[in-house]
């Protein structure tokens, strides 16, 4: 969990003691939208793709766009678009998605929220169940990660950054929240 503390301690009947989402404050600051599958020149990435800090800088330079503290970072590899309606067996059984070292490239810079279209941040099935993009962005750094993101229109539109908004509802002791993201443009 993180901050160190020990999950006997910080769980209970009702639920986790410390770090639910009841202590989470709104999410405002500047949105950038990594478009992966877009700048590689596909409708959607490869099942199974990790996207590397290669891909990531790959976009930025492509973008003019460089990660500065508090940013909230959108990554889009087209899984969502790809799948979501049309096949969600498909889409929630593996995907591409952020790999670690990528994830920490982006936090080592600045990022304060990572968020993609994939159900799960990372490729799923996971191949290192030792090394997550989860353990590496929520548990050991606090960062939050949105998932499940419908950034169709912002790519098709090829905004790159925006004002973003995101209120987290305030669930005592739940580890997430349902969202309503908003990039204001």
Request: proline residues 5%; glycine residues 10%; hydrophobic residues 40%.
């Amino acid at each position: 969990m993180f901050g160190g503390h020990d999950v006997r301690d910080a769980f209970g009947d009702h639920g986790w003691k410390l770090n639910g989402m009841e202590t989470s404050k709104p999410i405002i600051g500047r949105g950038v939208l990594l478009d992966v599958a877009g700048m590689k020149g596909v409708d959607a990435l490869p099942d199974r793709y990790e996207i590397t800090p290669a891909d990531i800088e790959s976009c930025l330079l492509g973008s003019r766009l460089e990660i500065t503290w508090g940013d909230v970072v959108l990554v889009r590899t087209g899984w969502f678009a790809a799948h979501y309606d049309k096949d969600p067996d498909t889409y929630f059984a593996s995907q591409p998605g952020v790999g670690p070292d990528a994830a920490i490239w982006l936090y080592d810079r600045g990022m304060s929220v990572l968020g993609t279209d994939t159900s799960g941040t990372e490729v799923i099935p996971m191949p290192d169940l030792e090394r997550t993009t989860h353990k590496s962005m929520l548990i050991e750094r606090g960062v939050h990660v949105i998932e499940i993101m419908d950034l169709e229109a912002i790519a098709r539109d090829r905004i790159r950054q925006f004002l973003f908004v995101c209120l987290p509802l305030r669930i005592v002791g739940a580890t997430g929240s349902w969202l309503r993201p908003v990039a204001i443009v």
